[in-house]
C-alpha cells in the first residue's frame, strides 16, 4: 500500500477532470479523494503501488481534451484508509493561481442529443455537458463550481442530479447542467421587450419563420447578443446595412453544417479542424464561383466570407429550423462594444432588430466571436481572439514566479494582460478604446479579473502614446493603487510579442523584426508603422524603416486613403490628373497648401502605404472601416497569376529602395494600363524582395513579423514562399499580429528588463564575493 497527495495546476477546472479522475481511480480499485482549490486540482490517493503509481501517470498524460496542465506536483502522503473514492468540496482558501477554462463549443454527443426525438433534450436549447458549454463568460468566482457562476439561480431536478452524481454519466459533476424540466427559459419578444412566447419549440419555430420573412433577429448568445437575418436576401442585409450604420465592414456567416458551408466557399483540411474545433472561430473562406448568399451585399468587393457553424444548441437549432445561411454578426451599434447586458441590448438595439430572443442566464463579460484566417500553407492568423480563445495563453515564457504585472495594450484592438504567480492572462478581444461603450466594457472586463484573481498589479506597463485612453487609465491606476508605470514604445512591444511567443527572448541568434502596421507614436516624434529592428544579446535596435512622408490630417488620414495617396505621391510628375478628381476644389486647394508647408508630422506607415496604392487603383478613397483598402488590394491581388511580370519596371524591386522611386514607377505602371490586378500583385511581392534585402544587408538569417499588416494572408503566403527556404520565419501563432498582442509585447519587455537586472544583480554579487 502507499499514499500520495497530487497537485495539477493549469486549465483545470470546468474541462471534467474531477469526473475524470473520480472515474479513473474507481476504475482502478483506488481510494481517496478529489477536490477543485483555488490553485488547481488536488488529489489524495491510496491503494496498491504498482495501481497507484499507473494511476498518476494516467492523469498528467490523459487528462480530458480541454485540460491544459502547466504542472504537477506528487508527494508521499501516510495512508488514510479511505473507505471509497468521493469528490470533496472545492477549497476557497488561497488566492487564486490557476487558468480560466475559456467557452466551449458545443460537443458531438451534445449535438446528437438535441436532434433526436426520443431524447429528454431533444430541442433544449442549453444542452451542456463536462466537455462543452459556457465557462469563462459565466464565471463569477473561483475556484469553478455551480455555485461561483450564473447558473447559481437554476436548481437541478430530479433527473438532472441524477446525472450529476453518477460517476459513468457524460454529466457527472457537469455545473452547467439542465434540462427543459428544470430549464433556463427561452424567449421570443417583440423590439418592446413583450414577450410573445417562452415555449422553447415555439421560439425556434417562429424565429425561423420571421427570418424566413426577412426580419431581422437578436439573439442572446454566449458572450454576448448577435444580430441574425437571412443571407440569400440581399434586401434584407442592405436593411441592416442600413440599421447598423455599416455600409461595406463585411458581416459574419453561420451555416447550419459543414456541407452547406462547402457549397459555397472552398474548405482546406486545416479550416475545417478549425471550425469544427472546441473553439469554433469564425474561418475566413474563399467563396466557389456563383454562391447562394448575397455575397456583394454581405462582403462587398471581397472574395472571402467569415464563416462559422453553430457552437451553441441554441444557434444549432435556429440554423437548423432556417436550413439556409444566416448573417451572424456582433449585436451592437457602430463603433460599439457587443451588448451583453438584456436591458441595454433591448436600449440600444431595438432600432435595429425587430425581434429578441434571449433568455434569463446571465453573461458576466462580453465577448465577440473569435476569427482566424489561413493562408496557402496553413499558416494560422488570428484576426479577433476572444470567445473560445481567451484568456488562456499556452505556452507563454515568463517563468520565474512574477505576481501582479498588469499590461494595458493599445487603443485600437484593445486588449490587457496579466502576469499572475506562474499564469499569464490575456483578456479577450475588448474593441477600439474611442468609444465611450467600450472604454467601459474595457474597465468592467478588468475589473472582474481582479476579483476573480484577486490581485493588485504591482506594476503597470503602458504604451508611450500620450494620448491612448488604455495608457492614461494605467497611469490613473498606478496613482490609485501606488504602483510604478512603465511605458514601452508601440512597436518594440509588437516585436517582443511576437519573439515572446516564440520563445525567442533568450536567443543567442540575432533576429530581425519585420513591424508592420497603420500607425504607433514613434520615439522621434513621427508615427511609425514601417520598422525594421534587430534584436540581438537581449537589446533591441531600431535599423530601418520606410522613408517618411507626409501625415496630413492626423487620425482623418487612416480613415482616407485618398490623403495617404496624397501625400505619397508629393514631387511625383504627373499625378495630379489621377488624384485632383478625388478631391472637392476646396479640398484640392487646402491640402495642396499643407504639403506645401511640409507638416512637422511625418509616418513610416506600411499600412497607409497600402491605403494609397489601394487610392491610386481606384480602389477606395475613403474607408468606412479600418483596413478596407488592404483588403481591397489584398483581393484585387490575389486574381493575378505568379507567372506574369510587370511589363515596365519591377516596382520596388531594383537597387533603389526609395520611397519616392517606387511610387513613381507605381504611377507609371497605372498610366502605362498595366492590369491593375498585375500591380496589386507585385506590390505585396515587391515589400518581401525589400524584406529579404533588408535581412541580407544585416546578415541576419531570423525574421519575426508582426503588426496588423501581416493580417494579409496573400503577403505572409509570398514571404513563406519566397523566403521560407532561407531564413527561419516567426510567426504569432495564438496571438493576432495586429494591436490585440502588444500588451504581451509589454510583459515580454519588462520580463526581460527584470531578467537583465537579475542576471547584473547575480554577476555584480559573484563580483563582490571574489
Known sequence: MTA????????????????????LATELGLKGWVSNGTDGVHIEIEGEDRR??????????????????????????????????NIRESSKQGDP???????????????????????????????????????????????????????????????????????????????????????????????????????SKEVIERTALLLAKGKIIALKGIGGYLLLCNATNEKTVQLLRTRKHRPTKPFALLYPSLSAVRADAFVSAAEEEKLTSSEAPIVLLTTKPSPKIALSAIAPNLNEIGVMLPYTP?????AQAFNQPLVATSGNQSGSPIFYEDEKAFQYLEKIADYFVTNDRDIVVPQDDSVVRFTNENQPIVLRRSRGLAPTFLPHPFKGGEQGWLAMGGDLKSAFALLHH??????????????????????????????????????????????????????????????PVVALQHHRAHFYAVLAENDLLATDKPVLGVVWDGTGWGEDGSMWGGEFFVYENGGMERVLHLDYFQHLMGDKMAKEPRLSALALCKNIVGTDELLRPKFTLAEWTLYKKMMAQNSPVRTSSIGRLFDGVACLLGL?????????????????????????????????????????????????????????????YHFHKSLVNWIAKVASRQNVHHLAFSGGVFQNALLVHL?????????????????????????????????????????????NYALHLN
Open 620 to 680: 477606395c478613397d475613403k474607408s468606412s472601416y479600418e483596413g478596407e483598402a488592404a483588403l481591397y488590394l489584398e483581393a484585387l491581388a490575389s486574381k493575378a497569376t505568379e507567372e506574369n511580370e510587370l511589363p515596365r519596371s519591377r516596382w520596388m524591386g531594383g537597387k533603389d529602395l526609395s520611397l519616392q522611386a517606387a511610387m513613381s514607377q507605381l504611377v507609371d505602371e497605372i498610366k502605362f494600363g498595366t492590369p491593375k490586378e498585375l500591380i496589386a
Open 97 to 199: 493561481d490557476l487558468l480560466i477554462t475559456p467557452d466551449l463549443a458545443m460537443c458531438p454527443d451534445c449535438k446528437q442529443e438535441i436532434s433526436a426525438a426520443d431524447d429528454r433534450r431533444y430541442q433544449y436549447a442549453f444542452t451542456t455537458c463536462t466537455n462543452c458549454g459556457p465557462r469563462y463568460s459565466i464565471i463569477t468566482n473561483l475556484p469553478y463550481d455551480r455555485t461561483a457562476t450564473t447558473m447559481q439561480p437554476f436548481g437541478m431536478c430530479e433527473d438532472c442530479y441524477h446525472e450529476y452524481e453518477t460517476s459513468t454519466n457524460r454529466r457527472f459533476y457537469s455545473q452547467t447542467n439542465s434540462c427543459p424540466a428544470c430549464a433556463i427559459t427561452l424567449s421570443l419578444c417583440e423590439a418592446n421587450g413583450k414577450v410573445i412566447t417562452q415555449e
Open 719 to 763: 514571404i513563406q514562399q519566397q523566403l521560407g527556404d532561407r531564413y527561419e520565419l516567426y510567426f504569432h501563432q495564438q496571438l493576432s499580429p495586429n494591436d490585440e498582442c502588444l500588451s504581451v509585447g509589454q510583459l515580454a519587455w519588462w520580463h526581460q528588463q527584470n531578467q537583465v537586472k537579475q542576471k547584473t544583480t547575480s554577476a
Open 422 to 483: 506562474t499564469n499569464a492572462y490575456v483578456s479577450q478581444y475588448l474593441g477600439d478604446l474611442e468609444n465611450f461603450e467600450t472604454q467601459q466594457s474595457f474597465e468592467h472586463t478588468l475589473e472582474h479579473w481582479q476579483h476573480l484573481l484577486k490581485i493588485k498589479p504591482r506594476q503597470i506597463i503602458i504604451d508611450r502614446h500620450p494620448n491612448y485612453f488604455s495608457s492614461a487609465l494605467g497611469k490613473k491606476l498606478g496613482l490609485q493603487w501606488g504602483v
Open 314 to 318: 441554441l444557434l444549432q437549432l435556429v
Open 4 to 23: 500520495y497527495r497530487v497537485h495539477i495546476e493549469g486549465q483545470v477546472q470546468g474541462v471534467g477532470f474531477r469526473p475524470y479522475v473520480h472515474r
Open 52 to 85: 497507484v503509481k499507473m494511476f498518476v501517470q494516467a492523469v498528467v498524460r490523459n487528462a480530458p481534451q480541454s485540460a491544459r496542465i502547466t504542472r504537477h506536483s506528487v508527494f508521499e502522503s501516510s495512508i488514510k484508509y479511505h473507505q471509497s473514492f
